[in-house]
């Protein structure tokens, strides 16, 4: 009978674990040893890619004994699902609906898609990786689909309130633009920064807010300037879906 009880106590003690909960550890050596873990992941992705990352690489790197990842995350998949919603979290431009706030939304955009290239620069190699696994496990298919889906929900919203003001040509769809502008930003900045197109940083900014301009047909009588007030987000769904649009998120 103890035997069983014990058994019994094992068995919801693995039930509570964080990686069946899905929630974040309660103690702070818990919290440590999962950010060294994320940690580990990212170094291993970024180094061997999805495929053949392994595990005991992930723990090695972490400083953890590989028995304790199982206390974190079930897979190999989870462990790669936390290091992509870091990256989302510092690549995330600031929200759209700021720039109908401003007298001058060239200025704004320009300072959101700055925010964006930079934040996608430091990631460069985990994006790439994000990019091919997005092609192959429809798990983060969906999670990439999902965010995108948001950015372009925000944006549409904002161009909306730009074209009320007269600001925007009142005769595009919204959403649809917003979807395009996105996917050209997204994959501009995978162009330079992971496939290594000859373009500086200021030049690939400067015709960004060019095209966000002119295919919004926004009012140039001011010459826009960095701004430090949040803009467009910029997830790219189309590559990642296949090139195939969706509203279904």
């Not at 060294?36 to 990212?42: N, P, Q, S, T």
């Not at 704004?108 to 898609?113: K, Q, S, T």
């Not at 969906?142 to 950015?151: G, I, S, V």
């Not at 309130?161 to 917003?178: E, H, N, S, V, Y």
Request: glycine share 6%; proline share 5%; aromatic share 6%.
């Amino acid at each position: 009978m103890p035997r069983l009880q014990a058994s019994t106590g094992q068995a919801r003690e693995a039930e509570n674990l964080p990686s069946q909960t899905g929630q974040p550890p309660a103690s702070a050596r818990g919290l440590r040893s999962r950010a060294a873990l994320v940690r580990g992941a990212r170094a291993v992705f970024e180094r061997d890619g999805f495929l053949e990352a392994r595990i005991v690489d992930i723990c090695a790197e972490a400083g953890i004994a590989t028995g304790s990842f199982y206390t974190y995350f079930k897979t190999k998949e989870d462990a790669f699902a936390a290091v992509m919603a870091e990256v989302h979290e510092e690549t995330v431009h600031p929200r759209l609906p700021d720039i109908t706030g401003s007298d001058d939304p060239q200025a704004v955009i320009d300072a959101a898609n700055r925010a964006y290239l930079r934040g996608y620069r430091r990631n460069a190699r985990l994006m790439a990786v994000i990019e091919q696994v997005a092609l192959i496990d429809e798990r983060f298919l969906q999670l990439r689909l999902k965010r995108a889906h948001t950015f372009a929900q925000r944006n549409a919203a904002a161009i909306a309130r730009l074209q009320a003001r007269g600001l925007a040509d009142p005769t595009l769809d919204p959403f649809g633009t917003a979807h395009a502008m996105n996917a050209m930003v997204s994959r501009m900045a995978s162009l330079v920064f992971v496939y290594g197109l000859d373009m500086t940083f200021d030049a690939l900014a400067e015709m960004l807010l060019q095209l966000w301009t002119n295919a919004l047909r926004i009012p140039t009588a001011a010459v826009a300037k960095p701004s430090s007030q949040p803009g467009p987000g910029c997830e790219d769904s189309t590559h990642a879906h296949r090139n195939r649009m969706t509203r279904k998120e």
